[in-house]
C-alpha cells in the first residue's frame, strides 16, 4: 500500500548547526503534510504543517519544504537546540482526518 | 488545562487475557484515534472514531475493539492478547475534520507474556 517514509533514521548534528530531515512520500491524494516530534517517554507533538498546493512553510526556527514532483518532504531546523533531540515523523493526511506516519528519524544533538 | 491522558502506563498481561487501555481528553474533541508503535514501524492505526457511537477500522485493527459512549472517552480493548501485541499504545484526539494537529496522550507500554 501507499506510506510515507524517511530517508535517514538517525542524525547527527552540531549544538548551532542546521538540521534538515528528509522524508519520501507516495501517496498523491493526501491534501496535507505534518512534522511531529517525539521526546523520550512521551507522545508525538504537532511541529508544523503545510498543504499540498504549497511548496514552502516557516515557522519559529523551522522551515517545511514540500517537492511534489518527487514527492519530497523536508524538515529544516535553525540553530539546532539540545532540546531538539528528538525522533521526528513526517505524517500525511488522508481521507477522513486520518495520519499516516513515517517510520521516525532520530535526531541527536551534539554540546 | 486541557488534556488527554491514558492509563495505565504500563501493563503486563498474559496471553488470552482481555485487556482494556484507557483513553480520556477533556477538549471536547469530536475525532480520537488509537495507534501503535513498533521499532521499524513508526506509527499504526488501530481504530478511530468521529464521534458518540461512530468506530471505524484502521490498518492494523484485526484483534482489538473500541466504543465510544461519550465524547470524552475511547477505550482500546484487546480481546484476547498475543505476544504479537506487545507495543506501546498512543490515543490521540482532532478538534475536527479540518484539523492536522493532533494531541497524543503519554502512552501505554504493553507487554504481553
Known amino acids: 500500500g501507499e506510506s510515507v517514509g524517511l530517508h535517514l533514521p538517525t542524525l547527527s548534528v552540531q549544538e548551532g548547526d542546521n538540521s534538515i530531515i528528509n522524508c519520501a512520500y507516495s501517496n498523491s491524494a493526501s491534501d496535507y503534510f505534518i512534522w511531529y516530534k517525539q521526546e523520550s517517554g512521551k507522545g508525538p507533538q504537532f511541529i508544523i504543517d503545510?498543504?499540498?498546493?504549497?511548496d514552502k512553510r516557516q515557522g519559529q526556527r523551522v522551515t517545511v519544504l514540500l517537492n511534489k514532483t518527487v514527492k519530497h518532504l523536508s524538515l529544516q531546523i535553525a540553530a539546532t537546540q539540545p532540546g531538539d533531540s528528538a525522533v521526528y515523523f513526517c505524517a500525511e493526511r488522508v481521507a477522513g482526518n486520518m495520519l499516516t506516519f513515517g517510520g521516525g528519524t532520530r535526531l541527536m544533538v551534539k554540546p | 488545562d486541557a488534556e488527554i491522558t491514558q492509563s495505565p502506563r504500563h501493563k503486563i498481561t498474559e496471553t488470552g487475557r482481555q485487556v482494556t487501555l484507557a483513553c480520556h481528553q477533556t477538549?471536547?474533541?469530536?475525532?480520537m484515534f488509537w495507534y501503535r508503535q513498533d521499532l521499524g514501524h513508526g506509527l499504526r492505526l488501530i481504530h478511530y472514531?468521529?464521534?458518540?457511537?461512530?468506530?471505524n477500522k484502521g490498518e492494523v485493527s484485526d484483534g482489538y475493539s473500541v466504543s465510544r459512549s461519550n465524547t470524552e472517552d475511547l477505550p482500546l480493548t484487546l480481546e484476547s492478547a498475543a505476544s504479537s501485541q506487545t507495543s506501546v499504545y498512543f490515543c490521540?484526539?482532532?478538534?475536527?475534520?479540518?484539523?492536522?494537529?493532533?494531541?497524543f496522550g503519554q502512552g501505554t507500554r504493553l507487554t504481553v507474556v
Open positions: 503545510i498543504r499540498s498546493n504549497m
Open positions: 472514531s468521529y464521534g458518540v457511537h461512530d468506530t
Open positions: 477538549w471536547n474533541h469530536n475525532n
Open positions: 490521540a484526539s482532532t478538534r475536527d475534520s479540518t484539523s492536522t494537529e493532533a494531541f
